[in-house]
């Protein structure tokens, strides 16, 4: 069954203990890479990719997501007053049309898989996508885009991979590859988590997946798999199992793990370099920051 892919799953119900203390009040989803939150970029990347439906599965503290979609009535008419239409202009990116953006709970968080699982009823009977926002990709046609384009010549399940040092593939669900056609890679198995050695290569999914209603199937009737948790990786594995197709796709782009602190930090360098406001003092400041840093050691 192909169909175009018109919802996308955010889930955002995780704790983020990563950046605590940050997260304690704060989303992971709502920090900001120069002048945009995560989920900015996400929900940007989703629209290019012809996304109309967005479904977020949040948990108790979530709030400052739902505040940002929202409009702002008394911010913009200061705004409107004051005469500055290219922060209104700014401001439009965050709205969305009425009923276009919906929120389930995540009671517990009992893993990705389980998340995905609580939006079933808004999905229904469609292959939908899924976005991590903490992995944030820069690139020329958004990641989604790529995927959708290629699901359109493949159906069945499709996740974007990225080859990852060995010492390294213990942190991603990796593939087993069937076959390797450059770009995209029919897969024969996925493993969470599997131990360097014990990997079967070093192609690894990152937070942008193309799923079938298939898998939500699966979710409902899945045991708890690795870690405890119910994971996505185990439903999309069962559709290799059931003989249905799942493929990878090598992504063009440069994915940052902002669910890291080292990553975070590096997609605001990046982020910041890439704005032209901003290129000249940056390179001047980390330049001098470089040679300071070599002279002390
Ligand atoms: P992570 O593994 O990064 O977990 O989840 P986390 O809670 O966000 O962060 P740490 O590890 O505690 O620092 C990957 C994605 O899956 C979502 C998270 O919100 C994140 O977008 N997730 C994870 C859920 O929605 N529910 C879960 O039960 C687990």
Redesign the pocket.
């Known amino acids: 069954m192909k169909r175009k892919v018109t919802k996308a799953v955010f889930?955002?119900?995780?704790?983020?203990?990563?950046?605590l203390p940050a997260t304690k009040s704060v989303p992971?989803e709502i920090m900001t890479l120069v002048d945009r939150p995560l989920v900015q970029y996400a929900i940007d990347e989703a629209r290019e990719a012809g996304i109309k439906e967005f479904i977020f599965?949040t948990s108790r503290g979530k709030g400052a997501l739902e505040d940002y979609f929202d409009h702002s009535p008394t911010l913009e008419a200061s705004l409107r007053k004051s005469g500055k239409t290219d922060l209104l202009e700014t401001l439009k990116a965050t709205n969305m049309e009425s009923g276009a953006i919906a929120y389930v709970r995540?009671h517990r968080?009992?893993?990705?898989g389980?998340?995905v699982w609580c939006a079933r009823r808004l999905i229904g009977n469609e292959p939908f996508a899924v976005m991590?926002?903490?992995d944030v990709i820069a690139a020329e046609k958004s990641c989604l885009s790529q995927m959708v384009e290629a699901y359109e010549n493949t159906g069945g399940c499709m996740v974007a991979a990225m080859e990852v040092p060995k010492d390294r593939v213990s942190s991603y669900g990796v593939l087993d590859p069937k076959e390797d056609m450059g770009s995209l890679v029919s897969v024969k198995g996925m493993v969470e988590k599997p131990p360097a050695d014990e990997a079967p290569s070093n192609l690894a999914v990152i937070g942008r997946y193309i799923v079938t209603p298939d898998v939500l199937r699966t979710l409902n009737k899945l045991k708890q798999g690795a870690g405890g948790?119910v994971q996505l990786t185990d439903a999309i594995a069962n559709e290799i199992t059931e003989g249905r197709d799942v493929h990878g796709l090598r992504f063009k782009g440069q994915r940052f793990d902002c669910?890291t602190k080292a990553g975070f930090l590096q997609a605001t360098v990046s982020f910041g370099l890439a704005r032209d406001e901003f290129r000249d003092e940056l390179t001047e400041y980390l330049t001098e920051v470089v040679a300071a840093q070599k002279v002390a050691q």
């Open positions: 889930p955002v119900a995780g704790m983020g203990t990563r950046f992971k599965v995540q968080a009992m893993g990705l389980h998340a991590l926002p903490d948790e669910g």
